[in-house]
């Protein structure tokens, strides 16, 4: 197969892409617009492979997707490119309408188009899978507000975003799923839990976490730090991406969690144990906790149902809590340079030279 990647840059794309190259005979064209990010450094495992291609481009551009397409010829689609931080959301909501709303009614009409002039055998085989998110839904009944079995979010669960971001996600499902029946394009719909692992970039918790820490900064808690998230390894969600787009069938679709759910505070607290543990110092990593106001409309607790794609599909995940984030804070530990280029700028001095001034 030929797979094109939109946002293969990102965090969870380029595991994605790390995994196609690394683990099939599959080829893998990546179009990253390379905001802020987006990271090429992520990808210098593959880069070199004859099956990786890489291609700087705004899906919010139309012809330029459908040239891509037509030049490429690929056989699915995986749509990951998002804008994704919630903050960043609240602050400056526009540019996620434009880029999951906006961009993402663009890519399907130049897919719509691309996928209709197939011929009948390709035609049958394409598959367009949008990978979204669990915020979706809302958030669920927290162990304080109910006593007994907790629910969780299934596949069935009703639409009700909080956040500007997870709206424009919300609505970006919504149009897909109308493409799949209006005109009947192959579509797949996946929902992911909150993801964590290495190159993740350093503005979401568990990142930025072990980046304060390391220079001395206030670890930040938002509230009592009470909020749970279900974890997923982002290596662990990019097996079960493949796993969707190469088994699923149009119209299905799955939710992916990591059987995980921890309070964010325990998130924290978890953390500076490893890190007392793997670069230890004077004083303990927890004395640098410290609580902030809440963020408006922040959600209290997500948690998935991923039974299935477990049974429909055979994916489950292989890494615990423990092992991954063990994993993870070792990763930040042997890749300061990265964390370091990505904060200073200077790996977008590098994009400016290399790629966003190119003819």
Known sequence: MKILITGGAGFIGSAVVRHIIENTQDSVVNVDKLTYAGNLESL???SDSARYCFEQ???????????LLIKHQPDA???????????????????????NVVGTYSLLEACRQYWTALDETRKAAFRFHHIS?????????????????????????????????????????????????????????????????PYHFPEKLIPLIISNALEGKPLPVYGKGDQIRDWLYVEDHARALYTVVTKA????????????????????????????????????????????????????????DSSKIQQELGW??????????????????DNSDWVS?????????WIEQNYEKRD
């Open 133 to 197: 998110t669990d915020e979706v839904y809302g958030d669920l009944p927290h162990p304080d507000e109910m006593s007994g079995e907790l629910p969780l979010f299934t596949e069935s669960t009703p639409y009700a975003p909080s956040s500007p971001y997870s709206s424009t996600k919300a609505a970006s499902d919504h149009l897909v799923r109308a493409w799949g029946r209006t005109y009947k394009l192959p579509v797949i719909i996946t929902n992911c839990s909150n993801n964590y692992g």
């Open 316 to 333: 489950q995940p292989e890494e615990t809590f423990e092992t991954g984030l063990r994993k993870t804070v070792q990763w930040y530990l």
């Open 57 to 67: 481009l705004d899906i919010c551009d139309q012809s330029g997707i459908s040239a």
């Open 44 to 46: 210098k495992s593959v």
């Open 77 to 99: 689609i995986m749509h990951l490119a998002a804008e994704s931080h919630v903050d960043r959301s609240i602050t400056g909501p526009a540019e996620f309408v434009q880029t």
């Open 341 to 349: 280029n990505v904060k200073s700028g200077a790996y977008q001095n």
């Open 249 to 304: 069938q149009p119209g299905t679709t799955y939710n992916i969690g990591g059987h995980n759910e921890k309070q964010n505070l325990d998130v924290v607290n978890k953390v500076c144990e490893l890190l007392d543990e793997l670069m230890p110092k004077a004083e303990k990593y927890n004395q640098q906790i410290t609580y902030v106001a809440d963020r408006p409309g922040h959600d209290r607790r997500y948690a998935i």
